[in-house]
């Protein structure tokens, strides 16, 4: 791919004009602009199974860090740490000698064991509302795919194609950009999303924050995890993040 310009009005924080007090600010705002591009452009190509294999990861918008520490040479005083998450600066210390346990973990060769995946599907089932009906069990024989585990095939009588699940063949909805999926939806607590989440969003904002995970209501597959204000729109329940070359 080509190197391309991104261009942004003036007056915004991407493109502050004097005397707007934005400091450093534009550092986020670029990143996270640079970010939603790159989304786009990686489900773009991640339609083909060929150029797929170019799609870029993006970041949470944000710096996500991990800092070791431990206690120095004397064995009394904590290490401490330096870092600044705007250009990646640090201050190294002495490593610390320390002992170690290892832990030995067996890996399922085909993924989790089944037994901690069908818990998982069954606690999704059990915490999810299902929006509307599906449409039974399409032929993917021929189907397109959309993205891991999405694919648009030919419906029943081939009277125009179809969204399913690539996993079991549940027919999800139609593929109009506008069309809504039939998707099992579960929103709880921000830390639902996992260990990782240790903050308060009341801490920090007035509304609502919640955790929202997308499954399908056949097979529980989750498709689409987030923590998002309450309020939020989300473009999974339906193909307008893929409307470039879905439908129509």
């Keep these: 791919m080509r190197c391309f310009d991104l261009i942004t009005e003036e007056g915004t924080l991407n493109n502050a004009t004097f005397p707007a007090a934005v400091s450093r600010g534009p550092i986020g705002p670029a ?12 489900q773009m190509l991640d339609r083909s199974l060929e150029l797929g294999k170019n799609v870029q990861a993006t970041c949470c918008g944000t710096w996500d860090t991990a800092i070791i520490a431990g206690l120095d040479e004397r064995a009394t005083r904590t290490v401490p740490q330096h870092h600044h998450g705007a250009d990646g600066r640090r201050v190294r210390r002495p490593p ?9 973990a067996v890996l ?18 059990e915490r999810s509302r299902i929006l509307r ?4 069990k399409a032929d993917l024989t021929s189907a397109r795919r959309l993205d891991d585990n999405l694919a648009e095939t030919v419906a029943r009588g081939r009277a125009g194609t179809v969204v399913a699940c690539r996993h079991c063949a549940e027919i999800l909805g ?13 929103e709880g ?25 997308y499954c399908c209501p056949s097979c529980w597959t989750a498709l689409y995890s987030a923590v998002v204000p309450a309020d939020h729109v989300d473009t999974m329940t339906t193909l ?3 409307g470039a070359t879905t439908g129509g």
Excluded at 96 to 104: C, E, G, L, P, Y
Aim: net charge positive.
């Design 31 to 42: 990143w996270l602009t640079g970010s939603l591009v790159a989304e786009c452009l990686s």
């Design 96 to 104: 610390v000698r320390r002992r170690h346990r290892h832990r030995r």
């Design 108 to 125: 399922h060769p085909d993924g989790p064991h089944p037994r901690r995946r069908d818990q998982q599907r069954a606690r999704r089932r």
């Design 189 to 213: 607590p921000s830390t639902g999303a996992g260990p990782q989440i240790i903050a308060n969003p009341a801490d920090y904002v007035d509304a609502p924050v919640v955790f929202r995970r």
């Design 174 to 186: 139609g593929t109009a950009v506008d069309a809504e999926l039939a998707l099992a939806i579960h």
């Design 240 to 242: 307008g993040r893929l």
């Design 133 to 136: 009906d599906t449409g039974g």
